[in-house]
Each structure stands twice: as structure tokens, then as C-alpha cells.
């Protein structure tokens, strides 16, 4: 994508000079991005405004996705008809999707602890979370049926990045789950410090149920673009002509048939049957160089296109980060 | 931009060396999204912290360097306008609820003592932050405030999520109920009191006030008796010991009540079940004999008897929620304290005082019994201004100006007594110790004449009143009034001219909190009197100084210096005040969605200004029997019975109000001057 306005571009462009791996990647993101409607682009650029430098840019950025992204009560950009986004052809309805869910906030929300009480404090409620979910008891959904209570009433309406369960159903039943789809599906942000190990939850629903609860207004499923986010290296943009997006893996070990089709989706009420698993990640992901990641994934991007027809004759996509 | 990833092993994120070198700065730019934290950008900024922060030693010098950061960024965030564009407000309340998250999960340093300490002010501006459940900092707020309870030595909060319990579903939103309970919850420890007591206690007090479905109920409970581990033995008894208390008998609910959805608990409901008996409070012999002891025995071989005795009670205030038994308790054993004039008793009866008006804010023989404490200690200035507050707090309360009066008399400060009880004239607000004090200060001040035609009026009104007859027969005789009541002569006071601006005996926040409070009632007064030049720059200075206090925020409306644009995000008592002076009903409707508890007093407002059906709906109002409505609200009513003669018809409050206009505004500002920092002792 190019924008209108020459700052935005100029500080696109100063971004990409920029010597650290994450702020050339930043600034790739807008430059290799195809799904942005013309009418997004200005809608982004009218919220930025002109800009001094590449902070402000980022800074921007951050604000539109805090004000027009990450909302409550309204539908996001990213799902408005009007702003045409890119991707929605609807997915068969029967079809699941899978999602791993960060619980430490919902955790200590339920159970009213802190940090500073210390790990095993945190592994006694998770463990007293993921045992009630497990025996399928009274009390036992009581107690979970509320945790999710409390934890969708913090949940706003912000687009939620998931992708299909058949495509990883392998790693999804692996012992090791939690691991193998943080870093299949690139989730860097799950990395654990030292003692501070990351509760997360599978969550499995059907396309149907993320159509059912959508908002009139709003297209339920749509294909990620660099605007449904905050500025973001981890995240890599699709070629239009591949249908959703793809998820960028935190590792370099895998061909084209790895890459995972991945979508945004528009809020639904999380229940008791769409969690699947609960694991806690303590491994960090890694260690890989960001450019590493980057040029592999595109690597596979370039793989892949060669067996979409539609493709056939286009520009290259992409560029191998130095 | 411009960090590296700190993702490797376990050395400090990069980010924090720019968090030392400039932490407000840096913490601004965590809370808005803006900070280059990889790889946590894409995580929720608390959950991000946790990362940044969590792995940090406890003693780590950056912890307390957060604490102050988070601190100060709420504090500027309290001096700003509340934006009125719904995103800019949600992103706002986001930012805000985000802080306090951070807070609870990572308990920088001092950070919870400052959300303790702040909690009135917190509560009144988070209120104003309220759009969804998504979006919600006074959640946010409450839920940290719960959380922290046991890292603070601060004041007992029980009352406080009683009535969250209790309004969840009705003033407040349903989902507050969890914010009740894990305030019961997470309440300090207390000697012989099991942990659940108190939230059982909550739970019940939520069940009765909003009558829940079987289905609702059995959610609350099985999630809560999930994460209690006991036998099933145990629940019964301490459920039947709950519903066995009197209040649950009054209101005729058995033993299991509404735990009936749970098996083990339904047993409690068959004919030979043995239930446990109900909590008990101590009972009035046990206060009478701690009396008796006092007044043979010096307080300090008393003092561990006292505080077993209170711990009893307060046990089983926090056991049922149930407070009237320990204010009883405070009246009397409180009272018999003060009445020694030893230092340290006083000191107990003052605190025992400041127990009593944590569990009823509005109850009047508490407030009293509080300043008889400060005085009976010498602390006069305090006394002064914990009577001010009283009368302040309790607006139609005869007895709390007398007693203001005669202590103003005992400072020789007879020119404001007599203010003072010309108001009470002017107000409707009069009895026999009215009367003797008019006769009594015009004796002083103006001499025989003024003092006999005083008397004349007051025997008029009172012809059975011996005192005033007395007062009427020395006139005539020619004989002197004394002016100083007796118990003043028996304890003179040591003389103070201006308590409000003293700061002898004020040591205590509290009573340097209800200082500003008085010195603002003043302020607020002399504004009503005229608008003077004097007084609006006191207002614009105190505004400057706090500008999320309400009662600034009031003062503002009234001086006419707040802003128009903010007037609808204003506190309530100012968006009151300003609908009054703009006789305004649509804004009283918004304020009655707003503060429901405040209806009737918007009701009243809305009636005086014409509104045919607000002045149907006050006709059935007034002829109703008082419900649980707020100190000030309730006293309102017969207040109004009283300056509307009676009436009891649409018509008859219609004429009433328009004759008696002005009367019924000053007691619409009377109610609504009252509940500012009405918490200000309950939280």
C-alpha cells in the first residue's frame, strides 16, 4: 500500500531506513500490505493526519487502532461494509476455528490474586480452573461458566485473529499444543519471562457461530490487514490473491505447506464447549532472528504463489529484509 | 521504536532502562500502546507489564519507581476533562482501567496505599467512567481497591461491599456483585471468623435485596463453594447460623432459603434437621457491665475488655451485613468513654465513634458522640469541625445545630451562635432549645428587651415548656440569663476563634479532610448570600487545587466559573447544582439514570419547576412510609410534609411548592451539599 499523503509516505519510508530488524519491518508491513481498501487507506489517513516523523506515524497508528479498532459498543473498521474490507468470502459454516487465549488477566480478574503472590499462586487457581473444567461437575461448571462470565464482560469488540483447526489439528492434539501454535501462528507476544510462566486456552468455535453473533452491520469474517493492528513486526502481509491471511511462525523449519490461513473475526461469547485445552507456555520461542523469520515466511509466500493461478504474471511479492 | 527485542533469557527488558531515565514518560507511553516493548506490543498493556515488570525482585528499586509513575499519571489523568466523544472516553477509561489492573496484578510500591487512601475521590471520578462492561474503570477500581485489602493497613471496607452486593442488579450493573464478593473476600483476616462468613453474608444480603432465580442464585453459590473446599456439614452450619439471625427471621427466611438449589444445602429444610444456631451479637448486659467497670476502674484496666467486647460486635456486623447492634453498642459504651475526660478513653470513644459512622454514615448520635469525644479530650478545633460536618451531613438535624450553637456560645463566639440559630428560624427548623437559645443569645447581645419579646414568642409556641417559662418569668423579673450552658460551665473550653482555619488537634487526615469540607460549606454559603469577588477566587483557587472534588465542582456551577461544555460530565452534585440554577428538567431526568439512589431528590427538583407528572409522582411520595433511602433523602421527606403544610394532592404540592419556593430550593441544596463525600468515613 502507498499513502496519499506524502508525510505518511515519507515516514514509511524514513521507518525503512531505520537500522533496528523491527522498525524496517514495521515499515514493510505497509509496503508489502494489498489487502487495504482505498477507502480504509483514507479513512486511516484522515484519522493520522500529517506527520513529522516516523514515530508519529507509529504513534498514528497506534491511536487509529485505539480509537477505531480496539472499541466497545460499535463495529470496528475492520468489519464495515462501507469501508470494504478485503477477504470476506464466507468460509464453509461447519467449519471450526481455533484461537489460543492469554489467561493471566482473566485469571487473576476470577480469583482476585496479584503477580507478587508468586507463581505457585498463579498455578494453584489455573490449576483450580483447569480441574473444574475437566470434571465437568456442578460446581465445577459453576465455576467456570462464572470465570468466562467475568472474563467476556472485560471483552470488547475488537477483531479477534484466528485461524482453521484442520489446517493444525495435528499440533492442536499434541501434548504440546500451547507451544507448537504460539509459534505456528507467530503469537510472539506469549513469551514468558523467568518465573512468569503464560496460561493460555484453546478455543475451538464454528464459523457459524461467529456469524450468528455478528453485528448487523458488520462483515463477520475478513482478512487481516496492517491496519487491524498496532505496528507489529511479527505480523507479515498476505498477497491479495491468496485468500486470508498467513500467519508468520516464530521458526524456519517448515515449506509452504506450513503456512496457516489465518482471519479476523468479530466478537462472540466465549462458552464452557469452545474451550478445548489449557496449557501454560514456560518456553520461551526462539531463538530466531526477526529477519530470519521474516525472509523465510516470505520465502514460503513466494512458494505458494507459484501454485496460485492467480498469481501468474504478477510482480514479485515482497523483499528479502537485509 | 528503536529497541531491540528483549526477549532472551532473563535479564531486564531493554525497555527498562527507558522506563529509569524517564518514568513518566515512559509509563505514559506504556499505558497508551505506544512503547517499543517486544515482543509484548501486541499483548494487553497490564499483561505486558506483568511480563516487563513481574520477573523483577520484590525490593527492586523499579518497582517503586512504577508505583510512582502509575500514581501520578492518574492524578493528571483526575485534573482532566472527561472527553465527551464516546471513543475518546472509551480509550480513556481503557487507559485508566489498564493503570489499576497494573496496580492489583503487580502491587507496586505504594501504589495500593494510594488507591486506599484516594478511594472517595477514586470512586466519585471513576463513577463518571462508566460505558460497558468492557469499559469500565470504577470496576477496575473496586476490583483493586478488593484485591488490595490485605497489603493495607487501611480502614475496614465491609460496609462498603455490603452495599455493592446489594445494589448489584439494581443501582448498580449485575456484574458488580462479583466485585462485592471479592471485596467480602479478600477483607483482613479476623480472629474467630472463618473466611466465607463474610461473604456469605453478602451473597444473602444480594439474594434478599434482588430476589434472584433459583437458576441465578445456584451460579453465585456452586462457583464460590467450588473454590471453598468443606463439608458439606460445615456450609450448613454456617448458612443456618446466617439465616438464623433476626433480620432473616423478621423478614421470615428459613433455613436453606435460597441455597435450596443445592442438594447437600436442602437437607436444612426437612423436620428434624439440626440446624446451628444464629450468629449472636454480644448482648446489652456485657456493654452495661463494661459501663459499670469504667466507673469504678481506671480505663486502661478496661481498654483489652472494650476491644473484645467491639471485635464481637464487629464480627457480627461482618458476619450478616447487620450493623445496629454495634452502633447501639458504640452510643452507649462510647458515650460512658467519653464522659470520663481521660485522654485515652476519649481517644477509644473516638474511634469508636468513627466505627460506628463507617457502618451508618448519616446515624446522628455518632456524629455527636465523636466531637463530645475531641472536646472532653481539649481538642476543640476538631470537636468544632466534626459538629460542622454534622450539621453539614444531617441538614434538618435541630439537635446538631444547638449543639453547634451552645459550643460556639461556650467560645465566646456569640455574634455566629446567633447565625446560626436565626437560620434555624428562617428554616422552619425550630424547638424548645431554639427558642431558649434565641432568648439567651438576645439577653447578651441586645439586651432585656430583645430577650423578652424572644421569651413572649417562645411561650407562645411552647406554652407548656417550663424552661422558656422560667426564661420569661426572670425577664420579668429583671433577673440575668446565663448564656454559657451548664455542661460548658462545668468544661469550659479553651478558647478558639477560627477552627477552620486551626490546626491544633487536626492531626488527623480525616478531620483535616472534614475541615476542607466545612471551609467549602462556607464558601458555598457566601456565594448563595451574593457573589463576591473574594469568594470566586477562593472557589477558582480550590478548583485549581482539586479539580475532581465535587464540592469544588459545585461551588464552580454556582459561581458561575465551570465551564459549559463539561457542565453534562460533572459531578452529580454540580450537574445538580447547575440544573437548579437552570431550572433545567431534562438534566434532572439524565442525573436520576445516573445516581438512582438521588430519584426522589431529582423528583422533587423537577416538581418544583412545574412538571405535572414529577408533581403527581412527589403527591404519593409524601404519603408514603420511608423506605431505604439515603440519611438526607429519607429526612427530606417529613421535611417537606412539614413546609408543604401537608398537602397530599397533585394540586394542593403544586401550590405548595410554588408558595414555598425558595424553601424547598434550600432544602434541595441542603440534600444535595450533604451526600458529597457522604463515604467519606463509610469507605
Known amino acids: ?322 | 521504536m528503536g529497541l531491540a527485542s528483549g526477549k532472551a533469557g532473563g535479564e531486564r527488558h531493554p525497555w527498562i532502562a527507558v522506563f529509569e531515565a524517564d518514568p513518566a514518560t515512559a509509563f505514559d507511553r506504556l499505558i497508551r500502546g505506544y512503547a517499543d516493548v517486544s515482543p509484548y506490543q501486541r499483548a494487553e498493556v497490564p499483561d505486558a507489564a506483568r511480563m516487563l515488570f513481574g520477573s523483577l525482585p520484590a525490593d527492586d528499586p523499579v518497582r517503586a519507581l512504577l508505583g510512582t509513575s502509575i500514581t501520578g499519571w492518574l492524578n493528571a489523568r483526575r485534573r482532566e476533562p472527561i472527553p465527551t466523544d464516546r471513543r475518546r472516553r472509551g480509550r480513556l477509561i481503557r487507559e485508566i482501567s489498564d493503570s489499576f489492573e497494573i496496580i492489583r496484578a503487580l502491587e507496586p510500591g505504594g501504589a495500593a496505599q494510594w488507591v486506599h487512601a484516594n478511594r472517595i475521590r477514586l470512586m466519585d471520578w471513576t463513577s463518571r467512567l462508566v460505558d460497558s462492561s468492557a469499559r469500565d474503570a470504577r470496576a477496575a477500581f473496586l476490583l483493586t481497591l478488593a484485591v488490595m485489602q490485605p497489603v493495607v493497613e487501611g480502614e475496614d471496607l465491609t460496609r462498603l461491599w455490603m452495599d455493592i452486593c446489594r445494589e448489584a442488579g439494581g443501582v448498580l450493573p449485575g456484574d458488580y456483585l462479583d466485585v462485592g464478593l471479592m471485596g467480602l473476600r479478600r477483607l483482613p483476616k479476623m480472629a474467630h471468623q472463618t473466611a466465607e462468613a463474610p461473604w456469605l453474608a453478602g451473597l444473602a444480603q444480594w439474594a434478599m435485596a434482588r430476589e434472584p432465580s433459583e437458576q441465578q442464585f445456584a451460579a453465585e453459590w456452586l462457583a464460590l463453594k467450588r473454590v471453598y473446599p468443606r463439608q458439606p456439614g460445615q456450609w450448613r452450619k454456617e448458612i443456618a447460623a446466617l439465616l438464623r439471625t433476626r433480620q432473616y427471621q423478621d423478614a421470615e427466611i428459613e433455613p436453606p432459603a435460597w441455597w435450596a438449589c443445592d442438594p447437600e444445602m436442602a437437607v436444612m429444610s426437612r423436620p428434624n434437621a439440626k440446624l446451628a444456631d444464629g450468629h449472636r451479637s454480644p448482648m446489652p448486659d456485657e456493654c452495661r457491665a463494661l459501663i459499670d467497670r469504667l466507673q469504678t476502674t481506671p480505663y486502661g484496666e478496661v481498654a483489652s475488655a472494650i476491644d473484645t467486647f467491639m471485635q464481637a460486635h464487629v464480627r457480627f456486623a461482618r458476619a450478616t451485613g447487620i450493623s445496629h447492634h454495634l452502633v447501639a453498642a458504640v452510643h452507649q459504651l462510647g458515650t460512658a468513654l467519653a464522659k470520663t475526660r481521660d485522654e485515652a478513653a476519649s481517644i477509644r470513644a473516638e474511634d469508636l465513634a468513627r466505627l460506628a459512622l463507617h457502618w451508618q454514615p448519616f446515624d446522628a448520635h455518632s456524629w455527636n458522640l465523636w466531637a463530645d469525644a475531641l472536646e472532653a479530650r481539649g481538642a476543640v478545633a476538631a470537636s468544632e469541625i466534626v459538629r460542622r460536618e454534622y450539621v453539614g451531613r444531617l441538614p434538618f438535624n435541630v439537635d446538631a445545630r444547638n449543639q453547634l450553637a451552645e459550643m460556639l456560645i461556650a467560645l465566646d463566639r456569640c455574634e455566629e451562635a446567633r447565625t446560626l440559630v436565626d437560620r434555624c428560624f428562617e428554616e422552619g427548623l425550630v424547638n424548645e432549645v431554639v427558642h431558649s437559645l434565641r432568648i439567651r443569645l438576645a439577653a447578651q447581645l441586645d439586651g432585656i428587651e430583645a430577650a423578652r419579646e424572644a421569651a413572649e414568642a417562645a411561650v407562645e409556641e411552647f406554652a407548656d415548656n417550663k424552661l422558656l417559662a422560667d426564661f420569661k418569668s426572670k425577664i420579668g423579673r429583671g433577673e440575668n440569663l446565663w448564656v454559657t450552658s451548664f455542661r460548658y460551665q462545668e468544661h469550659p473550653l479553651a478558647p478558639v476563634s477560627n477552627a477552620l482555619a486551626a490546626t491544633g488537634g487536626a492531626g488527623d487526615g480525616m478531620i483535616i479532610r472534614l475541615r476542607d469540607l466545612a471551609h467549602a460549606r462556607t464558601l458555598g454559603e457566601r456565594l448563595i448570600a451574593g457573589s463576591d469577588a473574594t469568594a470566586v477566587a477562593e472557589v477558582t483557587a480550590l478548583l485549581a487545587e482539586e479539580p475532581d472534588f465535587a464540592y469544588a465542582q459545585l461551588l464552580a456551577v454556582r459561581a458561575g466559573i465551570w465551564a459549559a461544555d463539561e457542565a453534562e460530565l460533572a459531578s452529580v452534585p454540580a450537574a445538580f447544582e447547575r440544573a437548579l440554577a437552570d431550572e433545567d428538567a431534562q438534566v434532572f431526568a439524565s442525573l436520576a439514570k445516573r445516581a438512582p439512589k438521588l430519584e426522589a431528590l431529582t423528583l422533587v427538583a423537577r416538581a418544583l419547576f412545574g412538571d405535572v407528572d414529577a408533581q403527581d409522582r412527589i403527591a404519593n411520595w409524601l404519603s408514603e412510609a420511608a423506605t431505604d433511602e439515603t440519611g438526607p433523602i429519607s429526612d427530606m421527606r417529613p421535611r417537606l410534609r412539614v413546609i408543604l403544610g401537608g398537602a397530599t394532592d397533585a394540586d394542593a404540592v403544586a401550590a405548595g411548592l410554588s408558595s414555598q419556593r425558595e424553601k424547598v430550593l434550600t432544602v434541595l441544596r441542603r440534600v444535595n451539599e450533604a451526600l458529597i463525600d457522604s463515604d467519606l468515613i463509610a469507605a
Open chain 1, 1 to 322: 500500500m502507498r499513502f496519499d499523503n506524502s508525510t505518511l509516505q515519507n515516514a514509511v519510508d524514513e521507518l525503512r531506513l531505520c537500522t533496528p530488524q523491527e522498525h524496517r519491518a514495521t515499515a514493510d508491513n505497509y509496503v508489502f500490505e494489498e489487502a487495504v481498501s482505498a477507502e480504509r487507506t483514507a479513512t486511516f489517513e484522515t484519522f493520522v493526519g500529517d506527520v513529522a516523523n516516523d514515530q508519529a506515524l507509529t504513534d498514528g497508528h497506534v491511536d487509529y487502532v485505539r480509537g477505531n479498532i480496539e472499541i466497545d459498543g460499535e463495529t470496528p473498521d475492520t468489519f464495515r461494509i462501507d469501508l470494504r474490507p478485503s477477504g470476506t468470502n464466507r468460509p464453509d459454516e461447519a467449519q471450526d476455528l481455533v484461537r489460543v487465549e492469554g489467561l493471566l488477566g482473566p485469571l487473576e480478574a476470577c480469583f482476585g490474586f496479584r503477580a507478587s503472590d508468586g507463581y505457585d499462586v498463579l498455578l494453584r487457581h489455573y490449576e483450580t480452573i483447569k480441574k473444574a473444567w475437566q470434571d465437568g461437575s456442578h460446581d465445577g461448571s459453576a465455576l467456570v461458566d462464572k470465570f468466562l462470565e467475568i472474563w467476556n464482560a472485560r471483552r470488547d469488540e475488537r477483531p479477534a485473529f484466528s485461524t482453521f483447526l484442520d489446517g493444525l489439528r495435528e499440533d492442536a492434539e499434541n501434548a504440546d499444543w500451547q507451544h507448537l501454535l504460539r509459534d505456528r501462528l507467530g503469537l510472539a507476544h506469549y513469551e514468558p519471562r523467568p518465573g512468569t510462566p503464560i496460561p493460555v486456552a484453546l478455543m475451538v468455535y464454528s464459523v457459524r457461530e461467529v456469524i450468528t453473533a455478528a453485528r448487523a452491520d458488520a462483515v463477520p469474517i475478513t482478512c487481516p490487514t496492517v491496519l487491524d493492528s498496532k505496528p507489529w513486526p511479527y505480523y507479515f502481509p498476505a498477497p491479495e490473491v491468496m485468500p486470508y491471511g498467513r500467519a508468520m511462525a516464530l521458526r524456519t523449519d517448515g515449506g509452504e505447506e506450513s503456512l496457516q490461513p489465518e482471519i479476523l473475526h468479530t466478537r462472540i461469547e466465549f462458552k464452557r464447549s469452545h474451550i478445548k485445552a489449557m496449557a501454560l507456555i514456560e518456553r520461551p520461542w526462539g531463538p530466531k532472528e526477526l529477519r530470519d523469520l521474516r525472509n523465510h515466511h516470505l520465502l514460503k509466500i513466494r512458494l505458494a504463489l507459484l501454485d496460485e493461478l492467480a498469481a501468474t504474471g504478477r510482480p514479485e511479492f515482497g523483499e528479502d529484509m537485509p
